[in-house]
C-alpha cells in the first residue's frame, strides 16, 4: 500500500483540484481516501486548508 498526500493551494481554484485528484485516481487502484479540512488565521482574515489522502495498492 502506498498513500499520496493532496492540498490545495492558496490560489488554487476547486475544479483544478479535483481535476488533479481525479487524474490520480483514474491512474492507480485506490483503497480508501480520507478529507481534513483546517481553518487558519484571525476574524479578519480567515482561509481555509483542504487536504486529501489517497491510499492506494502500488
Known amino acids: 500500500m502506498k498513500i499520496k498526500l493532496f492540498y490545495q493551494k492558496h490560489k ?3 475544479q483544478e483540484f479535483e481535476s488533479q ?5 483514474a491512474s492507480v487502484e485506490v483503497v480508501d481516501v480520507q478529507c481534513t479540512e483546517a481553518t ?3 476574524y479578519e482574515n480567515l ?3 483542504l487536504g486529501l ?3 492506494y495498492k502500488g
Not at 485528484?21 to 485516481?25: A, G, H, K, P, T
Open 40 to 42: 487558519e488565521g484571525d
Open 21 to 25: 485528484v481525479n487524474d490520480f485516481m
Open 12 to 14: 488554487q481554484s476547486l
Open 53 to 55: 489522502l489517497v491510499l
Open 47 to 49: 482561509s481555509a486548508t
